[in-house]
């Protein structure tokens, strides 16, 4: 396929590289100066659309979304797909939808999960929303860069996959780190309380895959000083969109709502920012009751 990339960050890049390593005629835009093997640089996003079969975004944002989209929609061809793998709220990506039905454009919204290093190895897992042939047109895509690709409803949906399972571990990691630092001050050993929890019911993927406690269940970000293999700014960009959406469909999420807050105290008043989400440990460790 000739397929157009635009945002070719740490996630996009890659993305970007592994479409071209399997062959396919890949040309990049991105605001900064970035080098990806394989890839034809354009000189703008409408450049890097014109003439191609798939169009595919990475963005920060979903305002950045809906102006490049407003950008590039009038260069690519009726019939050719807009791939959006940004996480987005979902009213923008039903917005940026509406404009490519009217244009003839078919869309798919496919935020990812697995970071930058499901993003290198092409293992990361889309949460796709759009018509069904939207979908058969980008498939063949996802099977390079990812693993796994779930078509999970019409637009939005996608982003509404993705926002619902990253409360979830948002929550769920703030009630692992909780209950580690309340294992610490009742003098339980975190080894025994990892070998209880992670076969009993309190068994999480916080838990039993990504544990917050050193040296306690598998290699995770709590064994590098807690380098972000998912940041705390990301998680907090993804409850900020939970809460969002929470309002836009009026829905009562209040420990969504709490755990947004908890990680809005960490990242922009303590020392959260740069950090993997899994550093609220420490930060509970270090915390009394008041």
Request: overall charge negative; glycine content about 12%.
């Amino acid at each position: 396929m000739k397929i157009g990339f635009i945002g070719l960050g740490n996630m996009g890049g890659p993305m970007a590289a592994n479409l071209a390593k399997a062959g396919h005629d890949v040309t990049g835009f991105d605001m900064a100066d970035v080098t990806i093997p394989g890839v034809s640089m354009a000189t703008s996003g409408a450049e890097a659309a014109s003439g191609q079969d798939v169009v595919i975004t990475m963005l920060p944002n979903g305002a950045i979304l809906r102006s490049v989209a407003t950008h590039v929609l009038p260069a690519i061809a009726k019939g050719a797909a807009l791939v959006d793998c940004s996480t987005v709220d979902v009213d923008s990506a039903r917005a940026v939808a509406e404009d490519a039905a009217a244009k003839g454009v078919l869309f798919v919204d496919a935020p990812v999960s697995g970071g930058v290093g499901g993003a290198e190895a092409g293992t990361l897992t889309f949460m796709a929303g759009g018509t069904d042939e939207s979908f058969a047109k980008a498939a063949p895509l996802f099977e390079i860069m990812g693993q796994k690709a779930v078509h999970c409803g019409d637009a939005g949906a996608g982003q509404a996959a993705k926002i619902c399972n990253n409360m979830i571990l948002g929550i769920t990691m703030i009630g692992t780190c909780e209950a580690f630092a309340l294992a610490d001050k009742l003098g339980l050993d975190r080894q025994k309380m990892f070998d209880v929890v992670s076969t009993s019911s309190g068994y999480s993927w916080t838990m039993n895959a990504y544990c917050p406690a050193p040296g306690v269940g598998p290699a995770s970000p709590a064994d590098n000083g807690y380098k972000p293999g998912f940041a705390a700014e990301l998680m907090l960009k993804d409850l900020r969109l939970s809460q969002q959406a929470a309002e836009s469909a009026d829905a009562d999420t209040p420990l969504g709502q709490a755990a947004m807050a908890l990680y809005e105290q960490f990242v922009e008043s303590e020392d959260g920012l740069g950090m993997d989400f899994s550093a609220m440990l420490p930060r509970f460790e270090k915390r009394g009751r008041g």
